[in-house]
């Protein structure tokens, strides 16, 4: 069954996102909005939330112009209706506790473990062969442990991290050069805590095809990579009571459009590495080629030794991280197994 089609396209598919909250529903809104998807699934734990949502986002159908149908669900934490979530072929986790302000990194992983964990659990038995997006924080561990509950291979599970911060990245330049958004070329790689181990890759921005660092000097260069780094917690701060979502729902969006398209448009992503840029076993942002099965390929820029060695840096950092809570992703003897059979996920 599909949906009625209002021009020559097909809407097939359904995309299932996690977590009804202001990340989840925004998501869901978007996805619907591309109208390339039959069904999309809404599901939360607060009773009616999800139902609410997708009647809401339905009713402005007419105005928007889009057939895509939301459907909202109630599940209950640990009850796994497996059913509830069969033949998506995307899932978004999207589900995340309410972080108080003054909880630490390890506070907020410890909140958000579970509910991943939950999870990565419903979608291993309910959607066994779907592709998983994952935004809830600290992203870069929460998308390890999602890959560790659904057992999946890791190229079927990814982050949604740098792609945010590349377009933060990219707004923030065009604001200072007052150029369009599309003229600037930038990718943004390792991790999306909002320190140093985020990098936005100087060495390779453009704008225009004209270097970066011949427009900007070292000083606007600094003041570009910290508005970057600052561009989730100057929301957040803003907000008072919650952290951004258009822009990080507008990046989920993208990447679920890249694996629905199969044509591997390179995203910068959350993806597990082994072996690409001198990295193993840590999960961590970098351009990655998409499709129907998830992480493609990743792509494997020539970066200047000091990039390099920076990056290497954010790697140790999200290995002891995930390390910490994960069960070893290899054994001794699993290392000396071929890579790609391994893994699933080709490295170039
Ligand atoms: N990756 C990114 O770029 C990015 C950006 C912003 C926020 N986030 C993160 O995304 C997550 C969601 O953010 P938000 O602003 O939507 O938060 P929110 O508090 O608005 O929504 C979270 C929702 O998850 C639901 N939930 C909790 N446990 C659940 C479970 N087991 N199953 C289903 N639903 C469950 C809650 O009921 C709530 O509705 C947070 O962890 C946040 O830090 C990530």
Not at 114 to 137: K, Q, Y
Request: charge should be negative; aromatic fraction near 4%.
């Amino acid at each position: 069954m599909t949906t009625p089609t209002t021009e020559a396209q097909e809407r097939r598919g359904t995309v299932a996102v996690i977590g009804a909250g202001q990340c989840g529903r925004m998501t869901a809104q978007r996805v619907a909005e591309s109208d390339v998807f039959e069904t999309v699934l809404l599901v939360d734990v607060i009773d009616g939330l999800a139902e609410g949502i997708a009647l809401d986002i339905n009713q402005s159908r007419a105005i928007v112009g889009f057939e895509t149908t939301v459907v909202g669900r109630t599940i209950r934490i640990g009850d796994h209706d497996h059913e509830l979530i069969a033949d998506a072929e995307i899932v978004v986790i999207a589900a995340g506790a309410v972080p108080e302000p003054h909880w630490s990194v390890k506070q907020l992983i410890r909140a958000n473990e579970p509910i991943v964990r939950s999870s990565g659990g419903l979608i291993a038995h309910g959607a066994p062969s779907a592709v998983v997006i994952v935004m809830t924080n600290p992203v870069d561990v929460m998308t390890a442990i999602a890959h560790e509950a659904t057992g999946f291979p890791p190229r079927r599970v990814m982050g949604q991290s740098v792609l945010l911060d590349t377009s933060r990245f990219a707004d923030f330049v065009a604001e200072q050069l007052s150029v369009l958004r599309s003229s600037v070329n930038a990718i943004v790689v390792g991790s999306h805590a909002h320190d140093r181990s985020m990098m936005p890759l100087l060495s390779s921005a453009t704008v225009d095809a004209v270097p970066l660092t011949s427009m900007l000097d070292g000083a606007q260069l600094n003041t570009a990579v910290s508005a970057t780094r600052r561009g989730g917690s100057d929301v957040a701060r803003m907000l008072n009571t919650h952290s951004s979502f258009y822009a990080p729902s507008a990046a989920a969006a993208r990447m679920v459009r890249a694996v629905k398209d199969d044509n591997e448009t390179a995203l910068p992503v959350c993806a597990y590495l082994e072996g690409a840029y001198g990295i193993r076993d840590a999960w961590l942002g970098v351009p990655a080629r998409l499709g129907r099965n998830g992480v493609q390929e990743i792509v494997e820029l020539a970066l200047p030794e000091e990039e390099y060695m920076a990056l290497a840096a954010a790697a140790k950092i999200l290995r002891a991280e995930q390390r910490e809570i994960l069960a070893p992703l290899l054994t001794a003897s699993e290392q000396d197994a071929p890579e790609r059979e391994r893994r699933g996920q080709s490295n170039s």
